[in-house]
């Protein structure tokens, strides 16, 4: 396949890469290929003559979205229309990363791709809007959602809970927020596996399994053979700027159509904690 992608220096991308090492594979950095700017993305995409677009470049800072809501949507949205537009012009497939972030929380069952959007959040609202516009520039899109990154190459949750269980003896943790955590391994390869099956639409794509924030940071600690306590608090202990879904768990449907399934979230820990070289308990 010949594929051009958007966003290799970031977690996700730092898992892509290895994964298309077989593939013809384009990827620009943010500096030579900033996806603000239609022209160079227009020049990029016919230079690459991709058959797929992989766009995983956006302005990810939920928080800093919040007060910088123009910059959010002028790379979350115009910018995934840019590329969205060029990909058009070459008859490129698309795949957009999407986020659990457009729910609102208040379901209690799996959202399904078909589930209505309503973010609570700058940096949901400018990713809602993109999937809304791909879908009218490029019918074909392939939007996959996805949620709780974790991986090499990046800040994560897991490497700062255990930085924090270093530093302390009990460390509190918020048990009302819900979700599917994803290893950025598990993803890329579930992503490529999706652009060999041609997908199209909205697909839902995490590791299977869910939990809270909590409950993940319990399973970490306790892999890593750490003796830090790990305490239950409410969102409201540690006020965001933006807020957060209670619940953001998303239903495996869209994926289990593809016959595409992933590994569970605990599975995929103990991978990344071994990746790490942390011992696992
Ligand atoms: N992280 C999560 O938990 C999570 C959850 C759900 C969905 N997602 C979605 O998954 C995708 C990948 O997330 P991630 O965690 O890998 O993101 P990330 O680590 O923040 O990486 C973002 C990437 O986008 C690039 N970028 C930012 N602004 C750009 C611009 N104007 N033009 C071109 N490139 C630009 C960055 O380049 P530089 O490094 O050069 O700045 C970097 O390569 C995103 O679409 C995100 O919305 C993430």
Known sequence: ??????????????????EL????????SSADADIRDAARIREVVR????EWIILTAAYTDVDGCESNPERAFAVNCEGAANVARAAREVRSRLMFLSTDYLFDGTKRSPYEADDARNPLSVY????????EQL??????????RTSWLFGAGGPGFPAMILKLAAERGEISVVDDQRG???????????????????ARGIVHATNVGDCTRYDFAKEIVRM??????????SSSKFPRPARRPAYSVLSSATLDAY???????????????AGRGTTVA
Request: with cysteine; glycine share 8%.
């Open 135 to 144: 879908l009218e520039i490029l019918p074909d899109a392939c939007i996959v």
């Open 180 to 198: 599917c955590p994803t290893f950025t391994p598990d993803l890329a390869s579930a992503l490529v596996a999706l652009c060999r099956k041609s």
């Open 47 to 50: 230079h690459s003559r991709p």
């Open 259 to 273: 016959g595409i399934r992933m590994p569970g979230w605990e599975d995929a820990l103990e991978r990344y904690l």
């Open 124 to 131: 949901g609202k400018s990713k809602a809007r993109a999937e």
């Open 21 to 28: 090492k077989n593939e013809e594979l384009t990827a620009p």
């Open 224 to 233: 890593a053979g750490s003796k830090t306590s790990v305490q239950p608090v």
């Open 1 to 18: 396949m010949r594929v051009t992608l958007f966003g290799a220096s970031g977690l996700l991308g730092h898992a892509l890469v290895p």
